[in-house]
């Protein structure tokens, strides 16, 4: 996987994957905690932090597509303008890139990019308006995780996509 801004950007990100997040979970959310009897959901991803109007950048080579076709009900509320990549290349085949808050995506549904390609730019759309400028980075698999959450065995398929971040970082020492 590449990196989703260029060596010559500055950006910040953390391990914030599983925090908890306001809001109830769909069924393709983890689960964080449950509060009066109401489920909140967690954070599904990382979120890379860099100025708004940033460039943005295929962290893999693949087919771009709707997600409302592959995630109901999908939540533009929550992720704003997004770039979904299946990815097309031998070591990670179906698995899946969604990079959201975009202020504008360049690429189209059914289109393909490469790796390093430019997708869009850094913004604040969803439920990231009103805040600092970053990306929502998600890593979906192409197979469910049997996940124990809350004292409750699911079915998901969303990971971590942290440790590949730091691998590709192009800052990284």
């Not at 994957?17 to 509060?35: C, D, I, K, M, Q």
Request: glycine content about 10%; proline content about 8%.
């Amino acid at each position: 996987m590449g990196f989703p801004f260029s060596k010559g950007t500055t950006y910040r990100y953390r391990d914030n994957y599983l925090e908890g997040r306001s809001g109830e979970p769909e069924p393709y959310n983890h689960w964080f905690s449950r509060r009066n009897g109401v489920l909140r959901r967690a954070h599904d991803g990382v979120d890379v932090y860099a100025r708004r109007g940033a460039r943005v950048l295929a962290p893999l080579a693949g087919t771009v597509i709707d997600p409302k076709t592959r995630w109901k009900p999908w939540r533009p509320d929550r992720y704003g303008t997004v770039v979904v990549i299946v990815s097309e290349e031998p070591t990670s085949v179906g698995y899946t890139v969604i990079l959201s808050h975009l202020d504008r995506a360049v690429v189209k549904v059914g289109g393909r990019v490469r790796r390093g390609q430019y997708v869009g730019t850094n913004g604040t759309t969803g439920n990231a308006q009103g805040g600092t400028p970053h990306i929502h980075l998600e890593l979906r698999a192409p197979f469910v995780l049997r996940w124990r959450e809350l004292r409750t065995w699911r079915l998901v398929d969303a990971f971590n996509p942290y440790p590949s971040l730091r691998r590709a970082d192009p800052n990284r020492d």
